[in-house]
């Protein structure tokens, strides 16, 4: 399954929000979950991000319509890296 890193920032609205992350990271883990993916890390972060999350989804337009629908709520903005799980086996296929 398809594993992206979601570099998360939180707006204005998701600040005044933020002792109901817990219950954010909730709904965001149960949309991933209903949609047959996962969310098995979200970590809080220093520096440019606020958090990091580590998804799963069956593939690239899933995971698109999760971010755009959880995202519309209004409590952050993403900036989405996927991730390349096996880079040797690319690597190999290189001239």
Known sequence: MPTY???I???DQGIRHIKAAPQLVDRIR???EAAGGSVPDVYLVMGPY???A???APDDDTYTRLVLSLAAGGDF???TL???ANPRALL???P
């Open 50 to 52: 606020d958090a990091v």
């Open 54 to 56: 580590i998804c799963e």
């Open 92 to 94: 190999e296929t290189l």
């Open 30 to 32: 149960a949309a991933f």
């Open 5 to 7: 890193i979601a570099l």
């Open 9 to 11: 920032n939180l707006t």
């Open 77 to 79: 903005r993403t900036t």
């Open 82 to 84: 996927k991730a390349i």
